[in-house]
Nanobody
Framework: QVQLVESGGGSVQAGGSLRLSCTVS???????MGWFHQAPGKEREGVAI???????SYVKSVKGRFTISQDKAKNTLDLQMNRLNPEDTGVYYC?????????????????????WGQGTQVTVSS
């Protein structure tokens, strides 16, 4: 099973930026990997996904503000978060699945991912 370790969370004022990084033990031949956001009292939801075909997708709330990227040479999966707002507050998790998903329903569902990092806290103040 792929091992994932996140870093880079913290506190920032609205409008600011943070970069999250996930160290990945291995990139499998076929995969979907991404970042999930769990706001206080809410379920974990996918926000940015990349797969082994190079397909990248974002949920509407972060499109144009967040950028997901991978570096297979460094074994990292990063999330650059710009123009942060208080609704972005929560724990961010890196996740991986050995499958490729072809619909947003499955792509962003936490139930489809079998490997998880421990999470990193992001707090955005107004």
């Amino acid at each position: 099973q792929v091992q994932l370790v996140e870093s880079g969370g913290g506190s920032v004022q609205a409008g600011g930026s943070l970069r999250l990084s996930c160290t990945v033990s291995e990139f499998t031949y076929k995969y979907s990997m991404g970042w999930f956001h769990q706001a206080p009292g809410k379920e974990r939801e996918g926000v940015a996904i990349i797969d082994s075909n190079g397909f990248i997708s974002y949920v509407k709330s972060v499109k144009g503000r967040f950028t997901i990227s991978q570096d297979k040479a460094k074994n990292t999966l990063d999330l650059q978060m710009n123009r942060l707002n208080p609704e972005d507050t929560g724990v961010y998790y890196c996740a991986a699945s050995p499958h490729i998903y072809y619909s947003d329903v499955t792509r962003y569902s936490a139930d489809m991912y079998s490997s998880w990092g421990q999470g990193t806290q992001v707090t955005v103040s107004s």
